[in-house]
């Protein structure tokens, strides 16, 4: 078995950290104030009607015309759930996380919603697709909605410790009482229990063996749910990160603090595999790895109510 690499994160992070009380300091994750986006132009496909759709990405400033591949630009660790999709050969894209203006900048707007192309005698796909950013990036174009989820690289390489994770965010909850799930290949079908907007952030000690297998060790761990409207903005809201293992301590949630096998990560091979959580770490352990994902609905992939809709802005990691 082999560690991953433990790189720099100057890359990751702003450059400078902003020091709030006396003994703590606080660091903003690199393109976390929303204020800088990536726009791109995606033309769908004519059979479908040939439209022009705007993808927001989180990067610096700029405008991309054309039905390109989209890669992390200028160091962003952030990816999102936009994208653009060819299946059977036709251009179609999701949308799912907008640049939002808020005060003097802006911030990111998340929302669940339902996205569907249908071409008689071709494809019928219709899925719910849930507002999403995370540190990581996504392999594109998707080709299909069976396994999607091994287009996305979770994780960033990091090996700091912070005390609490700090943002500002506004939600709206959708007013259903159960969930959806729509999948594209199979009918509509009902998820218990009410549909929330969701943040997860885990540390882990990746390691990868001979044959390209990743596992890994949990080291910290923050998961929030929020399943009622905020009143407006509620900024600086922080959330301490547990270190080791947590299953005895009073706020751990084993459906979504557990560990767990289902996010992918792209091994030294290039290959897009399971990171697999065999364990929990000691608590003064390093990570070599860290995961922050925000979400509009939780529960999984294609699972979620439409008009979930979650704002973030101002990410940092306090110390």
Not at 13 to 19: G, I, N, S, T, W
Not at 100 to 107: E, M, Q, V
Not at 187 to 199: L, M
Not at 274 to 302: N, R, V, Y
Request: charged share 25%; proline share 4%; with cysteine.
């Amino acid at each position: 078995m082999k560690y991953y690499g433990r790189l720099s994160v100057a890359a990751l992070l702003a450059v400078a950290p902003l020091y709030g009380f006396a003994q703590e300091k606080v660091v903003p994750i690199k393109y976390g104030d929303m204020d800088q986006w990536i726009i791109r132009k995606v033309h769908e496909s004519g059979v479908i009607g040939g439209n022009t759709k705007l993808l927001y990405e989180i990067g610096p400033t700029k405008e991309i015309d054309g039905n390109k591949p989209y890669k992390n630009m200028g160091g962003s660790p952030w990816g999102t759930s936009n994208v653009m999709a060819k299946v059977v050969g036709i251009v179609k894209t999701n949308n799912s996380v907008y640049r939002d203006k808020r005060d003097n900048g802006y911030c990111a707007r998340l929302e669940t919603h339902i996205e569907s192309v249908k071409v008689l005698g071709m494809v019928n796909i219709t899925v719910l697709a849930a507002g999403s950013i995370y540190l990581g990036d996504m392999l594109e174009p998707i080709t299909g909605t069976k396994n999607a989820e091994k287009n996305m690289n979770w994780g960033v390489p990091f090996t700091q410790r912070p005390k609490a994770v700090r943002y500002d965010y506004k939600v709206k909850m959708s007013g259903e009482k159960n969930r959806i799930r729509l999948t594209g290949f199979s009918k509509k079908g009902q998820v218990e229990g009410q549909d929330c907007a969701i943040t997860v952030f885990f540390l882990q000690k990746r390691m990868e063996d001979a044959e390209g297998n990743v596992t890994a060790k949990r080291v910290g761990t923050m998961v929030v749910k929020y399943d009622k409207d905020s009143d407006g903005w509620v900024n600086d809201a922080t959330y301490e990160v547990l270190y080791g293992d947590i299953t005895k301590h009073p706020a751990y949630h084993p459906e979504t603090m557990g560990l767990r096998e289902r996010d992918y990560t792209r091994n030294s091979k290039g290959e897009s595999v399971l990171i697999k959580e065999t364990g929990w770490a000691a608590a003064d352990e390093t990570p070599t790895h860290m995961i922050l994902q925000f979400s509009s609905s939780h529960g999984g992939a294609f699972i979620g109510s439409p008009g979930n809709t979650m704002w973030i802005d101002n990410v940092k990691l306090v110390y």
